[in-house]
Structures are given as C-alpha cells and as structure tokens.
C-alpha cells in the first residue's frame, strides 16, 4: 500500500493538533472547575485566594451592604460589645473595653459613634429583616457619654426616641471647628459628619425603600469635673444634594474666597495656590496687608465648608475671624446662626 506525501502530511498535522489539546488539557484543568451546569469555568487558585481578600475587606463592619459613598467610614477607636451579663437596672453603662472618664474630646466622640454604630430604633418602620444589629440595648451605653446637664434635659426615653427610624449611623468625619476667643477652656467645637440608614413608616403588605442620609453638625464636648470629657450638645443640618448643582456659587471654595474676602472686603488680591488633602481643601491667598489661609471641608454631597482663617504672621498661621458679623453664617462654627438655641 502506497501512502501520498499529502495523507502524510495530513496525518501528522491531525496527530499534533491531538498532542497539543492534550498537553492544554492537562495542564489547565487541575487548575480549573467545572461548573455544575456543564463546561468548564476557569478559575485558578491564586484567583480564588485573591477573591476572598477583597470579598473580606467589603464585608469588614458589614459596610459592603452599609456604604453607598466612595468615602470610607472613619476608623473609630472603639468597638462596642455589650457584657456577658447585662444588668437593666445598672448605671452607669460603661461597655467593656471603653474607659469610664474620657481625656480629650475625640475620644469620647469616638467612643458615642462607635456605640450608635451597632444601635437601631426601627420599631414600627421599614427596613431590615428583623432585628437590626443590636437593637435598642446600645442606647444607655451611648447616652452615659452625654454631660450631666444634658441628661437633665434629655431623659434617657426621649434619647432613644430621638433615633426613631435610624438603623444605622457610621461616623464619617471629625474635625475640630472654629473657637471663639471667649470659649471657655473646659469647651470644645467639632464638624461631624454621618451617614444613616433609615426607613419610612411600615405599611402593611406595601414595600418601602430604605434610604441614606448624610448630616453634618456641630457637635460640643466639655470637661466635667472628675467625669473627663463629654458631649454637651449635638446640632445636625441635613445635606442637599440638589441646591448646589444647580444654584448657588457659596459651596465652592474658591469662590467664596473670592466673593467675600475680594470682591467684598478688599482683603485680598489673588488666590495663589489651593491644596487637596483628602476632605480637606485650603486656599492661599495674598493681598496688600498680608498671606492668608482658608481651611475648607468637601462634604459628601460635594459642598466646601468653610471651618477655618487664618492670616500669616512671620512663619506661623494665626487663626482669626475675619468675617462680618452678617456674614458668620459663611462659616461654620458656634458664630453661625444656624446653632444658636
């Protein structure tokens, strides 16, 4: 039998072709698996690993399914627990792990965010699938943060009806705010700005949404004799997200150094440098008797928070208060009207 070069050829090029799906098949299916609804899903080892990591990191504080913002959650200083054994009759609520007297007031605000973290109130509204984190039992934890004369005009009920609706909170900044030279030294100011997961009123067999929300406040601590530091009063503005995209020049913060200290007080000739940290904006600006400095914060709905002034005196920045006494509510600080009881 007489075998053409073509069959050869033919022959061999068919033998090669089996060789080499062979080697592929060997080589790439102890590496692969094999979906249950047939064919091959390929999926190394190194992918599976690297996978559970960032499945892991989402689901750090279950914020995967909390956090809608790109902006992650400020990384607080405490975690709370409730004790192995819970007395309801029991004061003060001290969790275990957290101090009975606070030394600075960052700490105590910490502290307070970190306990509402994991408290909800959702009774009689939408939201969850039953109870959420831990319920209303970390409220009394929460509400011994509060200075004693806060507790005299808040009891511990209205507190926790305050947080009607409210299934989560996560503290999103903290940030030290303007103080008054007439601030007494036992008192301190800060922005605070949180996220919240709430809900509308339930209605039977009718599914509601459950909504985020930003706040941003001022929030003020104060030392209390031989109970360190805590938090006197809390006031919240809810943010807009439609205002500035479509009116309004006051949430961008080169244009409100423009307008007030150019265009209105003559202060200054020309902005001559803006720096981004993070949240944090400043704005550097020259005029006729001096360098000046305004500290900004970007919110979550994009607005620039004036929080800060400063004019430069030799190599330090000296904090001040240039603005009108009409014109405080440009900043935000115990001056704004917005705050005053």
């Known amino acids: 039998m007489v075998i053409s070069v073509q069959k050869i050829v033919k022959l061999l090029a068919v033998f090669f072709l089996l060789t080499s799906t062979l080697l592929?098949?060997?080589?790439?299916?102890?590496?692969s698996t094999q979906s249950v609804m047939g064919g091959f899903v390929h999926q190394s080892k190194y992918d599976l690993e690297n996978y559970a990591k960032i499945r892991n990191?989402?689901?750090e504080y279950s914020e995967r399914f909390q956090r809608p913002a790109k902006e992650q959650a400020l990384n607080l200083k405490y975690h709370f627990q409730l004790p192995e054994q819970i007395d309801e009759g029991k004061l003060p609520k001290i969790a275990p792990g957290y101090p009975g007297n606070y030394a600075n007031a960052v700490d105590v605000i910490h502290a307070y965010y970190s306990i509402l973290k994991e408290?909800?109130?959702?009774?009689?509204?939408?939201?969850?699938?039953?109870?959420?984190g831990l319920d209303k039992?970390?409220?009394?934890?929460?509400?011994?943060?509060?200075?004693p004369s806060k507790k005299m005009q808040l009891p511990l009920s209205s507190f926790i009806q305050s947080f009607s609706g409210i299934g989560h909170t996560t503290l999103l900044k903290v940030l030290p705010a303007y103080m008054p030279p007439d601030t007494p030294e036992n008192r301190q100011y800060h922005l605070v700005e949180i996220e919240v997961i709430t809900g509308p009123r339930?209605?039977?067999?009718k599914a509601q949404p459950s909504c985020f929300a930003y706040?941003?406040?001022l929030i003020t601590t104060e030392q209390v004799a031989s109970g360190g530091w805590k938090i006197k009063s809390l006031n919240y503005l809810p943010e807009d997200f439609l205002c500035a995209p479509y009116h309004h020049w006051d949430w961008d913060a080169p244009s409100i150094v423009e307008?007030?200290?150019?265009?209105?007080?003559?202060l200054i000739d020309k902005i001559v440098n803006i720096e981004r940290k993070d949240s944090l904006i400043y704005v550097y600006a020259i005029g006729k008797q001096g360098r000046y400095r305004f500290d900004f914060v970007r919110l979550t709905n994009g607005y620039d928070i004036l929080l800060h002034e400063y004019i430069a005196q030799g190599i330090r920045w000296k904090e001040t208060n240039l603005l009108k006494k009409e014109h405080q509510d440009f900043k935000f600080s115990i001056l704004n009207s917005c705050f005053k009881n």
């Open 202 to 205: 339930y209605k039977e067999n």
């Open 259 to 266: 307008a007030i200290y150019k265009n209105w007080y003559g």
């Open 215 to 217: 706040y941003y406040g």
């Open 24 to 31: 592929v098949w060997y080589l790439w299916v102890p590496n």
């Open 137 to 147: 039992l970390p409220y009394p934890y929460a509400y011994e943060l509060l200075s």
């Open 119 to 132: 408290a909800a109130n959702m009774y009689g509204y939408s939201g969850g699938c039953g109870t959420v």
């Open 57 to 59: 990191k989402e689901n």
